[in-house]
């Protein structure tokens, strides 16, 4: 009589992978949280026992997640090695397609910057094609300029609009006039199919994600980021996590119509809010045709720079502009708190870049058009991290892959000898 094949084994193997897996993932984000520890510090606050977390961080160190530092001081008896995350084998990219500008960043394991460009575009007036061309290449500038041990985990890049992040492709982006536009495929093609992965995400939702991380010591539940450019972006965060919607279409909230015989939007229909604070709405109300601040080929943040000074200075023009798109970007706000009752309302890209003469006329509004006492306990508060909150967001969003599953970052590159470094040999 022939026995059926028992899969006790091979059940029993995956159980034990996936087990080691999670436990990889535990002690590499007790790290990222807490900061550098004793092995015995970590299995006491994780609840693994010491032996097990030796033998997970000795497999950490192999793949260059972790490294020893410092003895661990303060306890009673010899001091303790302690280890912590080790930022110097690999990095995480972010990039961001936005109307006058690309973006690329990139950050090592322990979340800090290893390098940054940003290029004036108009992006806009270009076919997809050549903006991902562009974007490729300045990808392609910032890997090389990295030491060549830093090899790249991830690429998550951040487009304003609605985008398909299962495949890649950005639906709908009205003021880059982009619809149904295949553009992970694109660019893993214009980038010689790259091995790590690259993926596609909303705008907004990436700086939200950059806004929690500035805010890890004490992360609000509930976040609304409002951030400015040509369009208006919403990022909300709920009960701790990224709100996306049914479909991932969340946070499209420049598209509330709030005139209804208004301006024509870049989606076709009238009235919405970005029409009316959006960053060219401002530009224009600020200055005429032909004026440094409405040029497109200049970078973003010294035409903004420029339209601060003229209201540091008085000018009326240039007061009147911003008065006329507080009261409007007070006017939606209220909406979305009355809806959304965030703890914390975050004013990011040029809202924030512009906040001394943003930030007083929307908590005063607040106080009026929100239904609930005290604006319901929502506090205002300005990003401080300029135009790079949606491309941080993005590569620590590639950067959560690694810190999800800790074998995907495979090992580290072997350690290089004097000699070698005299002679330029590598292994």
Same mark, same amino acid.
């Given at each position: ?180 536009? &295949? /553009? *992970? !495929?694109? $660019?893993? =093609?214009?980038? +010689? @199919? #790259?091995?790590?992965?690259?993926? %596609? ?5 990436? &700086? /939200? *994600? !950059?806004? $929690?991380? =500035?805010?890890? +010591? @004490? #992360?609000?539940?509930?976040?609304? %980021? ?202």
């Amino acid at each position: 009589m022939s026995r059926r094949p028992s899969l006790t084994g091979s059940s029993a193997t995956a159980d034990q992978v996936a087990v080691r897996r999670h436990n990889l993932s535990l002690v590499l984000g007790h790290l990222r949280r807490h900061g550098d520890r004793s092995r015995a510090r970590v299995a006491e606050e994780t609840g693994l026992n010491k032996a097990t977390v030796s033998s997970l961080v000795a497999e950490l160190v192999e793949r260059g997640l972790v490294s020893e530092g410092e003895a661990e001081r303060g306890g009673v008896g010899r001091p303790a090695q302690a280890v912590g995350l080790d930022g110097r084998h690999l990095v995480a990219l972010g990039a961001e397609i936005n109307i006058d500008y690309l973006s690329v960043l990139a950050l090592d394991l322990r979340g800090e910057l290893v390098a940054e460009r940003r290029v004036a575009l108009d992006t806009a007036g270009m076919e997809p094609t050549r903006v991902l061309g562009e974007l490729a290449r300045v990808v392609r500038e910032v890997l090389d300029g990295l030491d060549g041990r830093s090899r790249p985990v991830g690429l998550t890049v951040a487009v304003p609009g609605l985008v398909e992040t299962a495949t890649g492709t950005v639906f709908d982006a009205p003021n880059l006039r982009w619809q149904r536009t &295949a /553009a *992970v !495929a694109q $660019l893993c =093609a214009d980038l +010689d @199919a #790259p091995d790590y992965p690259v993926t %596609l995400d909303n705008e907004a939702n990436l &700086a /939200a *994600v !950059a806004e $929690l991380a =500035a805010r890890a +010591d @004490a #992360p609000p539940d509930d976040l609304l %980021l409002l951030t400015g450019g040509a369009g208006v972006g919403g990022g909300m965060v709920a009960g701790g996590r990224l709100l996306r919607g049914g479909q991932g279409f969340a946070g499209e909230v420049g598209h509330m119509r709030v005139e209804r015989a208004g301006a024509r939007c870049g989606c076709g229909r009238t009235g919405c809010w970005e029409t009316v604070v959006g960053l060219h709405t401002l530009l224009r109300l600020a200055a005429d045709e032909g004026d440094p601040v409405r040029d497109p080929a200049r970078d973003l943040v010294q035409r903004l720079d420029e339209l601060r000074g003229r209201a540091a200075a008085g000018d009326t023009r240039t007061l009147a502009a911003l008065t006329e798109v507080a009261d409007w970007l007070t006017v939606g706000a209220g909406i979305l708190v009355n809806v959304l009752n965030p703890q914390v309302l975050v004013l990011g890209g040029y809202f924030a870049a512009l906040g001394p003469w943003f930030a007083e006329a929307l908590e005063a509004g607040l106080q009026q058009e929100v239904f609930a006492p005290g604006s319901g306990g929502c506090r205002v508060e300005m990003s401080t991290l300029g135009f790079s909150a949606a491309v941080r967001g993005g590569a620590l969003q590639a950067l959560s892959v690694v810190f999800d599953d800790p074998t995907r970052a495979g090992l580290a590159p072997p350690a290089r000898t004097t000699d070698d470094l005299a002679t330029g040999a590598t292994r």
